[in-house]
């Protein structure tokens, strides 16, 4: 049984496990736009509440963080370190809480209750599917499955219409990775669909991947070319098949 997307939700669910699988929440994010002049309230308590109305719905019992629980780097907020340890703690009263970190987690660690179970920076491996966050290089074992997971890279597509109207809408991305071009360290003989989560943050977009010219996605498998962006199938919340990136 393979892991699928939650219907007009930027999340997972594995229904084996009862796991829900959310990524990028750059949690504290409001701190960097005040120092640009943008004052947002927190989002900690609306994204809070999205978690929880997830949990109750498809009846969850683990929630597994892709990365980038929190924003600030290389150092963290006041807001940060006030708001997160009862964020985890409120979360906990429903469910296990199961954490890969991503490249902005720094100080994280210090702020978790007990309890909350934080998993190596490599990926963990559950069954056949695989999950990372995607800024650091999965072990071979994670890499051994039929499905791999990741964040990291916020995808989302650029939609205009004829009177130069412009929207960016968060996308899931579809591809297969080509072993082939995997360093001979993580090097596997086998071929796993990956699927590229969009944020679960709604302030963070990312860059459209049907923008001109298209960039090429961060982190070493995209780097090394064990994937390939304009090979990625897009595909709307809701389930709507957009093509391919290098046919939009």
């Avoid at 498809?58 to 006030?82: M, Y």
């Avoid at 199961?98 to 007990?114: K, S, V």
Wanted: aromatic share 4%; net charge neutral.
């Amino acid at each position: 049984m393979k892991i699928l997307p939650l219907p007009g939700e930027p999340a997972l669910l594995d229904p084996r496990e009862g796991r829900l699988v959310v990524a990028d929440l750059h949690l504290g994010l409001e701190g960097e736009l005040l120092s640009k002049g943008i004052s947002l309230p927190s989002q900690i308590p609306e994204t809070k509440g999205r978690l929880l109305r997830l949990v109750e719905e498809h009846r969850a019992r683990k929630i597994l963080f892709l990365g980038d629980v929190k924003h600030n780097v290389p150092r963290s907020t006041w807001q940060e370190w006030r708001e997160l340890p009862s964020f985890f703690e409120e979360l906990m009263k429903k469910v296990e809480v199961e954490i890969i970190p991503g490249n902005h987690d720094g100080d994280l660690e210090g702020m978790l209750p007990r309890g909350v179970r934080m998993l190596p920076v490599t990926g963990v491996r559950c069954r056949e599917i695989g999950f990372i966050h995607g800024h650091a290089w999965p072990s071979r074992e994670v890499l051994q499955v039929e499905q791999l997971v990741m964040g990291h890279n916020h995808p989302s597509l650029e939609l205009r219409d004829k009177m130069g109207g412009r929207v960016v809408e968060p996308v899931w991305l579809r591809m297969r990775l080509d072993p082939r071009q995997l360093p001979e360290e993580v090097r596997v003989g086998n071929s796993p669909e990956v699927i590229v989560m969009p944020s679960f943050s709604k302030l963070v977009k990312g860059a459209p991947v049907n923008r001109q010219p298209a960039e090429e996605l961060i982190g070493p498998l995209f780097r090394c070319g064990a994937l390939s962006l304009g090979e990625a199938e897009v595909y709307l919340l809701d389930g709507t098949y957009v093509g391919r990136v290098k046919d939009l």
